[in-house]
């Protein structure tokens, strides 16, 4: 498989459950970002990691947990979620975070309802 | 600080016709701009990029955009448009040195009727 994949595809959950998302890069790709899309808003970065260390975080709740394992994985842990984080769920990977212009490839997404 | 402002929620064209997608920037230094487009149930594609080099910059899909620094616009145009491309657009900047975080717009749904 090629590009950025996302699993899953959708996902509904309840305030009270936890759940993870998964992202996968087959670009050989150093850095990795997890993205919010909410309805008529523009995308949000929430966190970067480049080379496996998390380098941005723009200001999201811990309820989001990020972990990167390694350059090819990316997951974002979900606990005692509130319905206004429903949204799709945007993972990307670019060849590293560095200096200069920056082309970042998208995953499908995960549609994410919290109940 | 970088921002982008996408004009138009939505466009709408016939089948055949030109497209003209408008994105108005602001940057305090020298920008890279991109445009991204998003088909349903997809992620997001570049279709194009500019880096400081020519100004008007040749796309996928036969896109392409004009970079004017003096109108500070980077606007998306085709000259005929075809029933694939109706999906949504996001204009997008980041810096043209340092670390780059993209900022994106709020996007363009673009209709195409037959």
């Known amino acids: 498989e090629t590009g950025v994949t996302q699993t899953p595809r959708h996902l509904v959950m309840g305030m009270t459950n936890k759940k993870s998302l998964k992202c996968e890069q087959h670009?050989?790709?150093?850095?990795m970002y997890w993205y919010k899309q909410s309805a008529k808003k523009p995308l949000e970065l929430m966190f970067v990691y480049n080379f496996k260390e998390q380098t941005e975080n723009n200001s999201v709740p811990s309820r989001f947990s990020p972990e990167c394992p390694n350059s090819s994985h990316l997951f974002l842990h979900l606990h005692t979620l509130q319905p206004e984080d429903s949204a799709l769920y945007l993972c990307?990977?670019?060849?590293?975070?560095?200096?200069?212009?920056?082309?970042?490839?998208f995953g499908p997404g995960t549609r994410l309802t919290v109940l | 600080a970088q921002s982008v402002t996408q004009l138009d929620s939505h466009v709408s064209v016939s089948e055949g016709t030109p497209v003209l997608l408008r994105c108005n920037y602001s940057s305090s230094y020298s920008p890279s701009l991109f445009w991204y487009v998003q088909h349903p149930n997809k992620g997001l594609q570049l279709l194009l990029k500019?880096?400081?080099?020519?100004?008007l910059v040749k796309g996928i899909n036969g896109f392409e955009a004009e970079f004017k620094k003096s109108e500070t616009s980077f606007h998306l145009t085709k000259p005929s448009a075809h029933m694939s491309d109706a999906a949504e657009y996001f204009c997008?900047?980041?810096?043209?040195?340092?670390?780059?975080?993209?900022?994106f717009g709020t996007g363009t749904r673009l209709l195409v009727s037959p």
């Open positions: 500019y880096t400081s080099a020519a100004t």
């Open positions: 670009l050989g790709h150093n850095a």
């Open positions: 990307a990977s670019s060849p590293e975070w560095r200096e200069g212009p920056n082309e970042q490839f």
């Open positions: 997008v900047v980041s810096k043209g040195t340092g670390f780059q975080k993209l900022v």
